[in-house]
């Protein structure tokens, strides 16, 4: 369903889809090998394994855009090509309590939400995902100002009045107008 659509859509017929989609990505995220988890700059996994596993009964292969996870001897557990590239030199794996792989991948565009892990998985709805609270002050310059702008675009729509853009625009006009007093707007829609 496009954005469009999913606007023309009622509140109830909203909340029906939502919830529609949510136990159906829950169903497909809960028939995978693994669970797994993110944060904008890292993904965690965890592949639960037979109790009493120990690390040399393993093959865990991490590559900048593929990922295998396995018992020696074995079908692969998990296998394929990463959704996005990774930092190999900075991603970890290890064996929990001789039952749980856990592996920590982190992201090479950490501004950027994974769908799924592995590309040929069920993704996610990444619009859906609600961040942990973070500090404005964490945030890099320039994502600063992007999120700067975003609140106070959607603060301004809140109260019904026109966006950060919408502003450039009537500003740049009024310029004009003055620029040209002898051109007649009266009858002009601005779009």
């Given amino acids: ?3 469009d659509e999913y ?10 889809k939502e919830n529609a ?13 693994y669970t797994w988890r993110q ?11 037979p109790k009493g596993t120990r690390a ?23 296998e394929g090509e990463l ?19 856990v592996i920590h991948l982190e992201k090479v565009n950490k501004q950027q939400w994974w769908e799924n892990v592995l590309a040929h998985h069920p993704k996610i709805d990444t619009r859906k ?8 002050s964490d945030l890099d310059g320039e994502t600063r100002g992007m999120v700067e ?15 950060s853009d919408e502003l450039k625009k009537i500003e740049a006009l009024k310029k004009f107008q003055a620029a040209h007093p002898e051109l007649d707007f009266s009858n002009a829609k601005i779009s």
């Avoid at 991603?91 to 749980?100: A, I, N, V």
């Avoid at 702008?149 to 009045?161: E, H, I, L, S």
């Fill in 39 to 49: 944060e904008l700059g890292e993904v965690d996994i965890l592949v639960p394994v």
């Fill in 56 to 78: 040399k009964d393993l093959v865990v292969i991490v590559q900048k855009k593929r990922l295998s996870v396995g018992l020696k001897g074995k079908d692969k557990i998990m």
């Fill in 83 to 101: 959704c996005k590239e990774i930092k190999v030199e900075d991603s970890t794996w290890t064996l929990e309590d001789q039952q749980t792989i």
């Fill in 129 to 136: 995902i609600q961040p942990e609270n973070s500090k404005l």
């Fill in 21 to 33: 989609d949510r136990e159906r990505e829950a169903g497909e995220q809960a028939a995978l090998p």
């Fill in 149 to 163: 702008k975003m609140m106070f675009d959607n603060q301004q729509k809140q109260m019904g009045k026109p966006t």
């Fill in 7 to 16: 606007d023309k859509l009622s509140k109830e017929e909203r909340e029906v």
């Fill in 1 to 3: 369903m496009s954005d």
